[in-house]
């Protein structure tokens, strides 16, 4: 529970202290690539190489850090989402899998363009993980999303219902089955594709 707790604080004060770091295990040094990011989370390097893959989850989106090529050192939007993305694996049929934690509805929207409010919540005197719980009842259930090789949304694998997935933090394909795991839920999930 105390790390969910964390989770919210950060998401919720609009820390953006995140970093994408280098380490080079012959000179044993560390190189930040990327700073003042809103809570980084899942990377994924891309088939050739050439990029890496980064879900900043507050802000709903996908960002691509180039390693190779003319365009090396610099960060794009790889994709911009309906929900909070967590981590981030290739697909065998190409592309990636993104899982997905929620949808992003009008009070998150809200309480992300003004840090301020998270913060006057994060200091009222109940427990915050009791009104993510709360909340998670109206936002519905966690979804996954396959990217194409340029941010393109090819499928969504979404639960009908919303009542199984509470949220995706991962999601694996192999062998045409889908494993999903999430930090909500005390089992992994598989699907037939």
């Not at 809103?38 to 960002?63: M, Q």
């Not at 911009?80 to 899982?99: A, C, E, H, T």
Request: proline share 4%; with cysteine; charged share 25%.
């Amino acid at each position: 529970m105390q790390f969910c707790r964390h989770y919210l604080s950060v998401v919720l004060s609009g820390d953006r202290s995140g970093r994408l770091m280098k380490y080079d295990p012959a000179s044993k040094q560390v190189e930040v690539l990327v700073s003042n990011l809103a809570f980084p989370n899942g990377v994924a390097l891309s088939k050739d190489g050439s990029s890496i893959l980064l879900a900043e989850t507050t802000s709903c989106r996908i960002l691509r850090y180039w390693i190779k090529t003319s365009k090396a050192g610099t960060l794009e939007v790889f994709a911009q989402l309906r929900g909070f993305p967590d981590n981030i694996k290739r697909s065998p049929r190409g592309g990636y899998w993104v899982g997905m934690h929620s949808k992003r509805e009008k009070l998150s929207e809200l309480l992300f363009s003004y840090p301020w409010t998270g913060n006057v919540l994060l200091k009222l005197p109940f427990d915050i993980t009791k009104l993510q719980s709360t909340l998670s009842r109206y936002r519905g259930g966690g979804f996954a999303v396959r990217l194409g090789e340029n941010g393109d949304v090819l499928e969504v694998f979404e639960d009908d219902d919303g009542n199984r997935l509470k949220s995706v933090s991962e999601i694996m394909e192999k062998d045409g089955e889908l494993w999903i795991g999430s930090v909500n839920l005390p089992f992994a999930g598989r699907c037939e594709i």
